[in-house]
């Protein structure tokens, strides 16, 4: 596929360019920059680092005061913004090159992404790499990647990349030289629209880094690409999810909320918080009201704390900073990459975002990586070896940094470079050395494979025919007042502080959940995708007061097991899916999450059932419930297995 896509509405282009006067380009105060620590690296098999890197020019401390949406009041508001610019030496109005875009995961500076400057300016970019709303040396509140706010800002930044203003820098090394303070205007980048400062321009970053991407092209037509990593689809199942009663992707109806994650929602305005006092000399009004958040993310914060569960007030907020809801105006060829790893962001919300895209013709490819937010200290440390080079120094080495630099090359070079497979997933039972590539196994789109049925029978078994089901029920309760009596993760601490050996191995205590076992297999089963479960839950007491809504609702918690010959389990990634059942006396569709894993020959499968979960908010009047095994209308799990 060639750039110029017919998916870049460059129509609806000049709507969203401002005056340079208001954009403020040509100086102001300062804003720090900080850059995700999940940019990454192309992809191919079998490559060395033969590429010759070119001198590369950096200009620190840019800074931008550029608008930025309206304040918590509706007023009109400007943040400014500090960058650094990494730049092909050779970079000139006689030799112009395609420009980068790229900005921080959550609490990160743009120091996060030196690495990936220098290597992409060294293979002939222009990469702007600059520090989001509310973190640490930058101005105004977090926003969580507003399209009318974020966006807005990255859209000026565009501007500037278009040669649309000059910007302040307070030091610089150019051609090794060390310099100090001045003016730097861009007149180096290839362009598609000189009269509206267009850029030939692309978009990277992880998490946080990689929301603002579709908070950017959606307000902005002049971002060509896409390569968003580990990020969300729908901020309302990130932080409080429901893996039932799903309207689309993972967006689940109103009126069947999801319950808290209390871990992950409670790091992030810690993080958030301290961001905002360590940045209070930049823009003091950071700290009024809603500490260094806009107030309604404080508002939707104490609504979780006290109910455990989001509201129609939290849906607005988190539909406004979630693509699911605006990814209509998504039209650019997108990179999506998932971390297996990641209990934050799991590989669902890749799921709904590439066929939301593929189903309206958006070009769209989609890996799975061996890691995400989970198990790491967020940066690159949880890579597998030969995966991604976040430090940008490998890039052909890599499986996933080759891939990057072709879909960059291929999209804003017009080079010829494969772009690689539509769907990829990392497979952490296949030995390899050098480039991970050969762990990765391809596919021209996603799911993949067939899926193998078994049913709940009596004996707590799980078998693979109606027949075979026995009559029978399984039961079980929650403690009620809200105490957890099963446990799976902490993610939210792995990697920030030193935790005892045993505290992380999920447990679940006995007479509090229910659980059905395969016998041993027989031969390995590769499970890639998402297990469902359909089944009719038995609870008269929870009858009685759903009516009354979420807080009288039942709550559950599936998840699978993987069971070794000794009796050991292995919860996959300590991936679980929280589910609230909004009736009762109807059978309930869940959505496990979706997992790349070897059950390997002699293994079983274990279904779980958990009545609560201490990474979540629990139920605070007791539920007991029962699961009758029915040879007529046996519940039934369902398995994506690949040959």
């Known amino acids: 596929m060639t750039r110029r896509s017919p998916f870049r509405a460059r129509g609806r282009r000049a709507a969203a360019l401002l005056p340079l006067a208001a954009i403020g380009l040509a100086g102001g105060p300062a804003l720090a920059a900080v850059a995700d620590p999940l940019a990454g690296t192309p992809t191919a098999a079998g490559s060395t680092s033969s590429t010759a890197l070119q001198p590369v020019d950096t200009y620190t401390g840019l800074h931008f005061t550029v608008p930025a949406g309206n304040d918590d009041l509706g007023r009109p508001q ?26 921080n995961g959550f609490g990160g500076s743009k120091a996060d992404q030196a690495g990936l400057g220098m290597a992409f300016a060294g293979r002939g970019y222009a990469v702007l790499s600059y520090t989001g709303l509310g973190f640490p040396d930058s101005g105004c509140k977090i926003s969580l990647d507003d399209p009318g706010v974020d966006g807005v800002a990255a859209s000026s930044l565009v501007t500037f990349l278009g040669g649309g203003g000059t910007a302040p820098y307070s030091s610089s090394d150019v051609a090794g030289a060390a310099g100090g303070p001045g003016t730097l205007e861009v007149d180096f980048t290839v362009l598609d629209d000189a ?15 990689g929301q603002i991407q579709f908070a950017t092209a959606a307000r902005d037509s002049r971002v060509d690409t896409l390569v968003p990593l580990i990020t969300w689809n729908d901020l309302r199942y ?5 893996n039932t009663s799903l309207a689309r992707g993972v967006t689940y109806a109103d009126s069947a909320p999801g319950t808290q994650k209390i871990g992950w929602t409670g790091l992030f305005f810690g993080v958030g918080i301290l961001d905002g006092l360590q940045g209070a000399a930049v823009d003091p009004a950071r700290n009024v009201g809603c500490p260094n958040f806009v107030l309604e993310a404080c508002q939707a914060k104490a609504t979780l704390d006290t109910l455990g569960y989001p509201t129609s007030d939290t849906y607005q907020l988190t539909d406004r900073v979630s693509v699911a809801h605006y990814i209509d105006k998504v039209t650019v060829p997108t990179f999506l990459i998932q971390g297996e790893n990641d209990t934050l962001f799991n590989l669902q919300e890749s799921v709904a975002t590439y066929r939301s895209l593929k189903a309206r013709g958006v070009p769209v490819t989609m890996a799975w990586q061996s890691w995400g ?8 440390t949880g890579a597998a070896p030969g995966e991604l080079d976040l430090t940008g120094q490998h890039i052909e080495d890599t499986y996933l940094g080759l891939r990057i630099r072709n879909w960059f090359d291929h999209q ?8 690689g497979p539509e769907f990829a997933y990392f497979r952490d039972w296949v030995p390899y050395t050098g480039t991970a590539a050969p762990a990765y196994a391809s596919a021209s789109s996603y799911p993949v494979g067939t899926r193998r049925t078994w049913y709940l029978s009596s004996a707590d078994d799980l078998v693979t025919s ?3 089901v026995l009559p029978g029920s399984t039961s079980w309760s929650n403690p009620g007042l809200g105490a957890p009596a099963s446990y799976s993760e902490v993610s939210g601490l792995e990697g920030q502080v030193s935790l005892p050996a045993g505290v992380t191995t999920p447990y679940d205590t006995p007479g509090t959940f229910g659980a059905w076992s395969t016998p041993p297999l027989s031969s ?5 995708g998402s297990p469902t479960l359909d089944v009719q839950f038995d609870s008269p007491a929870v009858a009685l007061t759903q009516a009354a809504g979420p807080s009288g609702q039942l709550q559950v918690f599936a998840k699978l097991y993987d069971v070794a010959p000794d009796g050991s389990k292995t919860l996959v990634h300590k991936l679980i899916s929280p589910v609230r059942v909004a009736d009762v006396t109807q059978p309930v569709h869940i959505e496990l999450p979706a997992i790349v894993h070897r059950v390997d020959a002699g293994h079983r499968l274990q279904l779980v059932l958990a009545s ?3 990474a979540y908010k629990n139920a605070y009047a007791v539920q007991p419930v029962t699961v009758h095994a029915s040879p007529t209308s046996p519940a039934a799990l369902s398995i994506p297995v690949v040959p």
């Open 238 to 242: 990130s932080l409080a999810p429901n």
């Open 524 to 528: 390995p089963v590769d499970v890639v």
């Open 412 to 419: 804003l070079k017009g080079s010829k470079v494969s772009t």
């Open 612 to 614: 609560t979960d201490a």
């Open 466 to 468: 109606r027949k075979a």
């Open 78 to 103: 400007t943040c400014t913004i500090d960058a650094d610019l990494y730049k092909p030496h050779s970079a000139g109005p006689a030799a112009r090159v395609p420009a980068i875009l790229t900005t």
């Open 373 to 380: 937010h989970s198990g790491g200290t967020g940066d690159n």
């Open 195 to 209: 009269a509206n400062h267009d850029p030939r321009l692309g978009m990277i970053g992880g998490s946080y880094g």
